[in-house]
């Protein structure tokens, strides 16, 4: 019987450096994101002074800002952080959907992973359940998919 080889991600963040993208829009939601993902790098081993916060107006922007980041080759990784919520025009759809396609295209092209913490609700609720209240807080889970993603690309 022959084994199978399997390639996982370990969950040590030494060594690596880790640049935080964080929306100011709706920052009273991000502000709690920003906080769960370092909170979870900083438990998992990275070094404070390996973390940048870089502060942009809003979700529109993260394309731009991480394509730029992933440029520099100076982070293992970067985390999106943002919180768009519906109102009552067709402006959630477009924000949202330019997001994430351009931050899901820049990591394609870059072979830099990108964690996912964008939010994208129809309430204030329920973006508040998401921000570490009934339904956990996204940033760690975007933060602890980065890691593993990093780790699982070093052994690729």
Partial sequence: ??????IEG????KGLKVALVASRFNDFIVDKLVG?????????GIDSNNLTLIKIPGAFEFP???????????YNGIICLGAVIRG??????FVASEATKGIAQTSMETGTPVGFG???TDT???????????????GVEAAAALLETIKVLEQL
């Fill in 10 to 13: 370990m969950l040590d963040a």
């Fill in 118 to 120: 964008l939010l994208t």
């Fill in 64 to 74: 731009v800002i991480v394509k730029k980041l992933a440029a520099s080759n100076k």
């Fill in 36 to 44: 769960g993902a370092i909170d979870y790098l900083v438990r998992h």
């Fill in 1 to 6: 019987m022959s084994s199978i080889r399997t």
């Fill in 124 to 138: 204030l609720e329920q973006a508040i359940e998401r921000a570490g209240s009934k339904a956990g807080n996204k």
């Fill in 88 to 93: 009552a025009t067709p402006h959630f759809e």
